[in-house]
């Protein structure tokens, strides 16, 4: 047998088994298995990032269920991709770009997409290698680019028949707009912020209104009230002539639901060109739209002796001059929510602007059926409200962004006969009249690319093996802040496309935290880098804490350096177990042991580790992978090493009985050999290093079989057995070390069963053996003079004193320490009396005083039991 080196250092061992993994192609699924397809793709990482710690535990949430499938007899496939991440990767080439004291515009559309994909291809290694480097087992030969020319067809497509169907269309309408990022924003894309602001009440001739954006007062071009409001009934229909900052204006009062009557002064000024409400309301009641600000944020010529300033230079400007001509009631102070752009915080400015729209209404209807039918399951159950609600009180998508890299939208104008041309092929001359024709400039939303990932990264439109193989997929594992811009997206878009949900499961995981509970993100500076985890601690125990913390309908969780090196001690005690078992196999002959039968100890670990294999797998069903690696950790740590360990090493040393050391040793290496496998999933590398010591069959541990409880596996007999000895020995070891007892000193223990039990006599010779102790079983037995008592398993311990310990001296340590227990009672009992300290200290300095006093009465009450033992 070889040897594994004396300390585990996971540098030398995991880059080796990823390299040699991919090589021998363990990654590759096949269309043509007669094995169940288990699919999952990747949620798609942005192609010039790298390796966040959200990533990491996705990631591990994936490869931990594509290695568990794989290992279980399914044709498991996982397919890798990226994101090519519009607004995010154009504003970096951008600042390049500026750098050299150029803008994109002087570089022209071409050059500066060539320089686009050239910072991609440079930069997009650091994320793929950081995905092998976790040890993600994806078929990279089926790797995807959301810009790659198989998604640029699929996205063609979804365009062209959602055109055709009348879903995606053009339209003027009041849009979300980010004047520094100078693109439109998805209702998604605006984050709401609650902020001060004024509330300024403005007399219209007649009338009194409020606003808080008072600016936008030069685009009003109606007042609107309820038709059942009385106060304003005479007004409706009229048209008002109003003194305004620029002289008279004239102005139209209409009577719309849309107007709260007891908000305000119940009249609301009507400005479609800058309100998503207003905008409405003038569609309903024909006004005209006055576009006061522009997309630089800068008020326009219709804005008149204001035109070119700033919108909030503005805003104190116009209220000044309002003032100033007695057209202000009153101001009151206001806290309201503004929208931000979700990238650069700018306030957003809503906008008229023509832009592609996809209606979403049958689609999401679609999606709502596919849930409530249990079609398509969310977990955990408690988002599936979110799920619904966002379903049913779905708007228009506003799909096209003034970005120059993305998916450039397949629309061509003619400007000579003002035809308009979708095409799935480049248009290069009008159908209509043989003419020039300009291709429309923006790009699509990511998300309209994305939306198709689960099918066009399977070969869609074209109907090839692995779409037909393949989809629907198993499961999607994402975290829940994307269920809407992507997961409901994805519903909707697979049901509309390929008449069938694209994942069974949605899987949404938490979001992973700094120890504060902060969220991390790189303006806080609370990042945690993933990759100084997987130097510092390894990539296995770093995965199995991702693992570990990963509990079901906990939102977040946070990730403390602590818990990481507490996987890494797990992983070395996995290594000695390891080591311990090879340092014993010498002579090792497997035949040779089926001459001796299991010993107790031998059917009960059999019995535990079937029992784990059961939880495992029933916890990796339920995405409770919390569960399965903490089943694995209880038994490797506790009963395989804190227990069956010390047994076996009483049969292996004595060389006597040869066919019961050889069965000791087979039970050794199964029960490894199986555990490591369990473990594969979580702690893929260490768990490879080690199974390709033991004796083992098939070439690599990542595509032997997972380990399965069999019918009978379950020894009911010997577990019980092996409870009473542990709970013994357990109670034994306790009394020794409260009493002092020399390691080396053998003690006599008397067991008192309970009445008509059986099991106590069997279990005896093991418990001595453990505890270093003589044990008789005597039912009905007295407790003997100087002797400890434990109470363990129902039955009466009595470990005597007697020659053990130097009764002398141990009753003096002991006498000492009630006197020093003593002393610090009444001196915490002093302080708990007087009420200036429990009235004015805080509340947890109180608490923590009284918990000390409870620990020490304890402490006195222990060590005088074991004073009076002695006696
Ligand atoms: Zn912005
Ligand atoms: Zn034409």
Redesign the pocket.
């Known amino acids: 047998m070889t040897d594994l080196p004396d300390r585990y250092d996971p540098s030398a061992v995991e880059p080796r088994w990823y390299a040699e993994w991919e090589r021998a192609g363990y990654f590759r699924a096949d269309v043509d298995s007669p094995k169940q397809p288990y699919t999952i793709v990747m949620p798609p990482p942005n192609v010039t990032g790298s390796l966040h710690m959200g990533h990491a535990l996705g990631l591990t949430i994936q490869d931990v269920l594509t290695r568990y499938h794989r290992m279980a007899g399914w044709n498991a496939l996982w397919v890798p991709g990226t994101d090519h991440a519009g607004i995010a990767t154009q504003v970096v080439v951008e600042r390049q770009v500026a750098a050299e004291g150029m803008t994109k515009e002087e570089l022209g559309r071409e050059a500066f997409l060539a320089r686009v994909w050239k910072w991609v291809e440079e930069s997009s290694g650091t994320i793929k290698s950081q995905l092998r480097r976790l040890g993600a087992s994806c078929d990279w030969g089926r790797e995807r680019f959301t810009l790659d020319p198989g998604l640029t067809a699929a996205v063609r497509e979804e365009f062209v028949r959602l055109y055709e169907e009348g879903l995606l269309y053009r339209d003027d309408r009041l849009i979300n707009w980010?004047p520094?990022?100078q693109t439109v924003l998805s209702d998604l894309e605006v984050d709401r912020e609650e902020r001060d602001g004024e509330f300024v009440y403005i007399k219209y001739g007649p009338l009194t209104l409020g606003t808080v954006r008072p600016e936008t007062k030069l685009g009003d071009t109606g007042l609107a009230v309820h038709p059942k409001d009385r106060r304003y009934r005479k007004y409706v229909g009229q048209t008002l002539t109003i003194p305004s900052v620029q002289g008279d204006i004239e102005i139209k009062v209409v009577a719309d639901e849309a107007v709260d009557p007891k908000f305000g002064t119940g009249v609301i000024k009507v400005t479609p060109g800058h309100d998503p409400v207003d905008f409405e309301i003038g569609r309903r009641h024909g006004l005209p739209v006055r576009s006061v600000i522009g997309f630089d944020g800068k008020m326009t010529a219709l804005a008149g002796t204001y035109a070119g300033m700033d919108r909030f230079e503005c805003r104190r400007q116009i209220v000044a001059d309002m003032q100033a001509l007695g057209l202000i009631e009153r101001i009151e102070p206001y806290r309201h929510a503004v929208g931000l752009?979700y990238?650069?915080k700018?306030v957003v400015e809503p906008l008229v602007s023509r832009q592609w729209f996809m209606n979403m209404q049958s689609m999401a209807e679609m999606a709502v059926k596919a849930v409530r039918s249990r079609r398509m399951r969310i977990v955990p159950r408690a988002w599936t409200k979110t799920y619904f609600h966002w379903m049913e009180n779905i708007r228009p998508w506003c799909v096209s962004r003034q970005l120059w890299w993305g998916h450039r939208i397949p629309a061509w104008y003619c400007d000579a006969d003002g035809s308009v041309h979708v095409a799935r092929q480049d248009l290069t001359a009008c159908p209509q009249c043989g003419g020039a024709l300009r291709q429309d400039p923006d790009v699509l939303d990511t998300w309209f690319s994305s939306g198709l990932w689960p099918f066009s990264t399977l070969g869609w439109p074209q109907e090839t093996a692995d779409l037909k193989t393949f989809y629907p997929t198993s499961v999607l594992v994402t975290g829940y802040d994307i269920i809407f811009f992507w997961v409901a997206r994805m519903a909707m878009l697979g049901l509309k496309f390929m008449g069938d949900v694209p994942f069974r499961d949605v899987f949404l995981h938490t979001i992973v935290r700094d120890p504060e509970g902060q969220k991390m993100s790189k303006t806080k500076g609370n990042v945690v880098d993933p990759l100084l985890f997987m130097e510092q601690y390894g990539t296995d125990a770093f995965r199995f804490t991702l693992a570990a913390l990963s509990v079901p309908g906990v939102r977040d969780i946070r990730i403390a350096e602590e818990r990481v090196e507490g996987s890494r001690n797990f992983a070395n005690k996995v290594w000695n177990a390891a080591r311990f078992v090879l340092a014993n196999l010498d002579g090792y002959d497997p035949r040779l042991a089926r001459k001796s039968a299991p010993s107790v100890a031998d059917r009960w670990i059999r019995s535990r580790l079937a029992a784990t294999a059961r939880t495992v797998r029933a916890s990796l069903d339920r995405y409770r992978f919390n569960d399965a690696a903490s089943a694995v950790y209880q038994f490797l740590w506790h009963e395989f090493c804190d227990w069956y360990l010390e047994i076996a090493k009483r049969s292996l040393y004595q060389t006597e009985d040869r066919a019961a050391r050889a069965r000791t040793q087979k039970t050794l290496v199964e029960t490894l050999e199986t555990t490591l496998r369990l473990l594969h999933p979580f702690m893929p590398f260490i768990t490879e290093e080690i199974w390709q010591k033991l004796p083992h069959e098939g070439p690599s541990i990542m595509i032997a079989p997972f380990p399965k409880a069999g019918r009978g596996a379950t020894d009911t007999a010997a577990e019980a057995e092996m409870d009473v000895a542990v709970a013994l020995a357990s109670a034994i070891r306790t009394v020794r070390s409260e009493s002092r007892v020399p390691p080396a000193a053998e003690v006599a223990v008397t067991v008192r069963p309970p009445a008509a039990a059986a099991g106590y006599e069997a279990a005896a010779p093991l418990v001595g053996a453990l505890t270093r102790a003589r044990v008789s079983v005597v039912p009905g037995a007295e407790r003997p003079p100087r002797s400890a008592l434990a109470v363990a398993a129902g039955a009466e311990v009595y470990v005597h004193m007697e020659g053990a310990v130097d009764l002398a001296a141990e009753r003096a340590r002991l006498t000492r320490e009630i006197e020093r227990a003593q002393k610090e009672i009444a001196f915490l009992q002093g302080k708990l009396a007087r009420p200036e300290f429990v009235e004015r200290a805080p509340a947890d300095v109180v608490a923590r005083e009284r918990s000390r006093l409870v620990e020490q009465e304890a402490v006195r009450a222990t060590l005088a039991a074991s004073l009076a033992a002695l006696a």
């Open positions: 980010c520094r990022c752009c990238r650069c700018t």
